[in-house]
């Protein structure tokens, strides 16, 4: 083998060998760029349907992917597991309070799983933790939050259709008024209707000129009272000053009678007191009567013993007894 082969081939395996080299280095910042060999952590979704779910359906969080679905298993009847691999650079925004939601990109776009963070204050979660999923989006639960919207529709539609047959209606009430107005125009613009009683004949304006004239002197009457009113009142000063006089002396002897009324209770005070004393000075001298009564009674039967004693007995007819009142 000459010089120049060997050359040859060693340039050859040079340039193979810093190919090789560059689609490896080439192939490394691809991985960097893709995340390929960033470190991740898994956590647990749990959701009662599995649709629309499957291994690849990347997590977002505010439209970045930071993970995915990498495992899709029935747990129970109406539970699903799935384990979603994030990296761990975004587990800060795995709180114990944020959410996952399902949507749909547009609608008949792939669905994703929706991280939905929650306060900064709340605590992150360790790896493995169960997250569970609130809420699934996409057209059949659009349709589902619009049924109420479209039933309170139906119901204004069928209240349109109501009030328009009630409207259209030959018979009802709104074209009854409809023919009442209409009439009533006509009559209101015949030859003697109302409009021409009071726009062309004369009998109105007569009679308003004479409702004015009497009005006039009606006011007269009532300006000459007010003036017969005033003279009046002008006489009845004088009597007014006079009637101030005697309430001011009426007054002064009230207040009089008050002073006199305080002179007085004392000595009303002092009589109530000798009353007392009276009858108390009366209950006493009944009771000295009554003694004295008793008294008398029996020096009285002490003189009746002595003169039926003997020797100075008398033999006098015994006469009716005396009966004394007991003290």
Known sequence: MSLNQ??????????VLAILVAVVLLIVHIGIKKDLFAERIQYTV???????????????LSGFNVGQVTEVTLDRVDQVRMTILVLKRYQQWFTEDARIILEQEG?????????????????????????RLDKIGGISELIQDMQP???????????????????????GPVRRILVNAETMTERLLVEHGLIHYLAEDPRPV??????????????LGVNRLLDSTA????????????????????????????????DISPLLANVTQIS???????????????????????????????????PLSRREATGPKHAYPWP
């Open 276 to 310: 007392e004393d009276v009858k108390t000075a009366t209950h006493d001298l009944v009771s000295l009567r009554r003694q004295g009564e008793y008294s008398l009674r029996l020096g009285t039967e002490l003189l009746l013993r002595l003169k039926e004693t003997w």
């Open 107 to 131: 609608f008949i776009g792939n669905s994703f799983l929706k991280l939905m963070p929650g306060s900064e204050t709340s605590p992150v979660l360790e790896e493995g933790a169960v997250i």
């Open 46 to 60: 749990v959701s009662q349907t599995g649709e629309r779910i499957e291994p690849g359906v990347p997590v977002r």
């Open 231 to 262: 003279l009046r009142v002008e006489d009845l000063a004088p009597i007014q000053e006079e009637i101030a006089g005697v309430i001011r002396e009426v007054n002064m002897l009230v207040v009089e009678f008050h002073g006199i009324r305080e």
């Open 206 to 219: 007569e009679h308003i000129d004479q409702i004015l004239a009497r009005a006039d002197t009606a006011m």
């Open 6 to 15: 060997r050359t040859l081939e060693l340039k050859v395996g040079f340039f």
């Open 149 to 171: 919207v479209i039933e309170a529709l139906r119901a204004i539609v069928i209240n349109v259709w109501d009030l328009t047959d009630y409207l259209v209606d030959q018979d």
